[in-house]
Structure formats: C-alpha cells, structure tokens
Nanobody
Framework: QVQLVEFGGGLVQAGGSLRLSCAAS????????MAWFRQAPGKEREFVAA????????YYADSVKGRFTISRDNAKNTVFLQMNSLKPEDTAVYYC??????????????????WGQGTQVTVSS
C-alpha cells in the first residue's frame, strides 16, 4: 500500500513563495506518475501539476504555469512543488497523488490511485 505525506504548507503573503514536499512509501515511487492537486473551500479539487516517472515533461495547469515548478527526487521517494509569486487565489488544501499505471491522464483526478492527506496553503493579500 502506497502512503503519501505532504509537508511545507503555511501562511504566506501575496508575492511570496512556498515549497511543498510529498514523501512516498510502500511502493515503487520511481515508476509512478506524480501530481499535485488543490481544493479551495466550496470548490472542486483541481489539477495543478504532474510529472512523469522519469522526471521529464512536467505538465501544468494554465493558472500556475510560469509560477509553479514540479520536480522529483526518485532516490528520496519525494516529489516537490515550488510555488512562487503566490496569489490569494492559490489558497487551498494541496494534495499529492500517485498514478502507478502511467495513464497519462494528467488532469483527471480519477487517474490517481493514491492520495496524501493534504497540506493547507494560505496566501494573504
């Protein structure tokens, strides 16, 4: 059973930066597509970014392109989300997710079998 644990959320002012981490255990991390999603109060969970098992070809939602960077360290079973130029509308609970089957349906939350518990990111104006 794969377990995912997110770290790094917090409160930051608009324009600031945060780095989220997601540590995986219990599976073959280096073979999984990994992604970040987020969910704001009263809204659907939405796709943020994804990265292939090899670390190549990251994929981003238009709303974060140019501000967020997803990366991974397969030696440490960890995926990261560097968030720069944060805006109040980035406020949400951020979740990491794993797709062991390489479905490549990046934005579809149903394509991910394992989820972390989430970490809160709050951006003040």
């Amino acid at each position: 059973q794969v377990q995912l644990v997110e770290f790094g959320g917090g409160l930051v002012q608009a324009g600031g930066s945060l780095r989220l981490s997601c540590a995986a255990s219990g599976g073959t991390f280096s073979s999984y597509t990994m992604a970040w999603f987020r969910q704001a109060p009263g809204k659907e969970r939405e796709f943020v970014a994804a990265i292939r098992w090899s670390g190549s070809t990251p994929y981003y939602a238009d709303s974060v392109k140019g501000r967020f960077t997803i990366s991974r360290d397969n030696a440490k079973n960890t995926v990261f989300l560097q968030m720069n130029s944060l805006k109040p509308e980035d406020t949400a609970v951020y979740y990491c997710a794993a797709d062991p089957y390489r479905r490549l349906r990046w934005q579809n939350k149903d394509a991910y079998d394992y989820w972390g518990q989430g970490t809160q990111v709050t951006v003040s104006s």
